[in-house]
Each structure stands twice: as structure tokens, then as C-alpha cells.
């Protein structure tokens, strides 16, 4: 808990009724002070003083825990497999933030039947990165499903993901990864590989041939040019883990509006002094301003395709990345009734595989963490003269 999005969710779970829980973290004097500086306390925490070093075990202060949530990235380098191999080992559920492919590729492989025989349920990237897009992605799969009487699975499914909008700032965690994924080894195959995540696909379900979808920027038709999200390809090849796990057959596009960066860059002029503050905490003006929208559009052969707009206030790679990583933390631990997918046993999961996606977005809109709209398709309009 001792970066600025443990913070943020100690500070979201402390407003929680009646929860036991507790802070982690290498640094007591950096502890203790996050505590006490906690505000609208219902639920104190305990403090516990570890390191993810490999010189002391996770396992003797998990071994009482129903889940474990983690922000402590870039978690190739910063021991995240300690804590997800002690989780997967004990059966206590687990969440963190982390959008190194590649570690999660290692996880999968090394941890995922481990977690199978304990109960364990690992939650990979419950931040910005992939909740948002794996939460619309589902909730537009879905009202397409309600549309057609299909139940999502077992036919040819379309869907496309257009960031919209994004004002905040660029976490230290986004730049900190960034920096070790240059340095990292692995097969670099796998960075051209759509279903790097989901290495078990079958020859049915895996539709792309590319991370992204297609190459940006392009004219997309009935949407006009199109070009790369920066997050897009941490959350497509983790929505394709989601697809392979809900058994559906989805050809998958993740792109941004061309006019996202040119907004963003005005929202970042529009706060002095946030420049020096990019990749530390935001300022409380960037973290209060700052908004976005993501936008999702499903649709099958022969149907009337569903659109979901997902929209959120406050910085998104702090707010709710912190917000959405406790509120998968919490609905892990049971204490979101109905939030934890009944036919889900243990394993390696993003979270719309583990998660009801339903009960999850009543709870984020209760908390004012976003807003879902159904917009009317209009891409498919034409005029006749």
C-alpha cells in the first residue's frame, strides 16, 4: 500500500462497514502514516510490515486472508509472483493491476492449476486496464445476447472497443512498466500473438490475427478514422482471455477516436504544474477534472447490434484504477452479494471471467465510479435519395 493507488483504495476500504482488513507494504514509519492520515473511517486496518523479497514468506501473514489485492507493480520486477504464488498456494483470491503480458503469460502457465486444486481465484489487471474494457466488452456482448435470444456463446460474434475519452494523468506505473517491458526476455513471439493469454484456445474461438484487431490509423466504416489506444493492446489480449473462458467466438477490434489525444493533451495544458507531476500522484485538480468514456459496439451476422458507452469523473488511472481494484478486492472477499461468478472454480482469471459483470456495475454505479448508457446505433444508417 505504499504508492499512490494502495492509497487511494486504502482509503476506499476504510469507508467500508464493518470490514476487517489490513495494510501491507516494506516501509512501517510510510505505513503508519497512511493510516492516520485515512479520513471518514468505519473500518480501521491492522498494519503488517513485509517485502515480496523472497526472504520472508507471504504465506504467514495470507494464511487467515480471504482475498489479497496488489498494486505494487511493475510486477515482473517487484515480486509479484511471491505474492500470487503464496495466494495460489493457500487458495486465498487474488487481484492486482499488472499489464506486463508476458508476466501474466509466466502466471498463467506456472500457477493456473495450482490455483485450480486450491480454490484460488486470480484476478489479473483489475485497474483501468482491463476492468473498464472487459467490464463494456461483457455488458455489450450481453445486451446483444438479451437482443437475440443468444445466449453469447456458440455463434460468430463482432465487437469493437473505441477509448473515447481519457483525462488524467500518465501513472508512474504505466511509465515504470512501459521501462521493463523494454528490458524484459521472453518469447517474442508472443508479442504478435492475439491469445498470448489464453494459450488454450481452440481453433473456434480464436478469430484474430492480430493484437489490436487491425492496423491504426484506419477508416472504420459508419465510425470515420480510427487509431491506436494506448491501452489497447494490455486490454485486448486480456479480453480475449475473458472470450476464451466464457466460451465465446468474438472478432475483436480496440482502437481509439482520432480526436482522444488531442483532448487529452488540452486537459493536461489546462493544469498547471501537472506536467512535473505525470508520473508521480496526481494533483488533486487532475485527479478531481479528470474524466473518460470508452465505447462498445457488438454485433452478429443477420442482427441489431447493442452499443454500451462506459463513462467515469476523476483521473482513471488513479481513481478508478484504485476504486476498481478494492471493488474487485471486495466482491472477492464476499462482500458484494452475487458479484463472484457461481460456475468459476479456482484458476488464472481476468476479471469478467470471475465476476458477474451485472452485479459488478450496479455496484461501481453506486459508488459513482461510472456511468452506463445505451446510445442508438447509428452506424448502420443510410439515405436513400
Known sequence: ADGCVGHFAAEHLAQQSQLRWAVAGRNRSHLDALVSGLTEVKSSPEVIVASLDNHSDPKTWLKDTTA???????????????????????GVHYADTSDE??????????????????????????GFCVLAGDLGAQLALRALSDASSDDGSGGDLRLDAW????????????????EAMKKAKFPKEWEMDPYVLAPNASSELR?????????YPSWVSGEGLMVSNIFGPYDARLLRRSFVH???????????????????AAFIAEHPGSWSKLTQCPTDSVYKDGSWSYRFRASAAGGKPSQVLLSGHGDPGYRFT??????????????????LRQNAPGGVYTP?????????????????????????????TRVII
Open 246 to 264: 466464457l466460451k465465446q467466438a468474438v472478432t475483436l477490434r480496440v482502437g481509439a477516436t482520432s480526436g482522444m489525444y488531442p483532448k487529452w
Open 322 to 339: 484504485a476504486l476498481g481494484l478494492a471493488e474487485t478486492g471486495l466482491c472477492l472477499a464476499g462482500k458484494t452479494p452475487g458479484c
Open 101 to 126: 503480458f508476458y508476466w501474466q503469460r509466466w502466471m498463467i502457465d506456472r500457477y493456473n492449476q495450482l490455483a485450480q486444486d486450491s480454490g484460488a481465484k486470480i484476478v489479473l489487471s483489475s
Open 68 to 90: 489479497v489485492i496488489t498494486a505494487a507493480g511493475p510486477f515482473s520486477i517487484h515480486g509479484g509472483e511471491v505474492l500470487l504464488r503464496a495466494a495460489a498456494e493457500l
Open 352 to 380: 469478467m471471467s470471475a465476476l458477474e459483470p451485472d452485479v459488478l456495475t450496479a455496484r461501481l454505479e453506486s459508488i459513482d465510479l461510472l456511468k452506463v448508457e445505451k446510445p442508438k446505433d447509428t452506424s448502420v
Open 207 to 215: 478469430k484474430d490475427s492480430k493484437v489490436e484487431g487491425m492496423r
Open 163 to 178: 477509448l473515447e475519452g481519457y483525462n488524467g494523468g500518465v501513472s508512474a506505473g504505466v511509465i515504470h512498466t512501459a
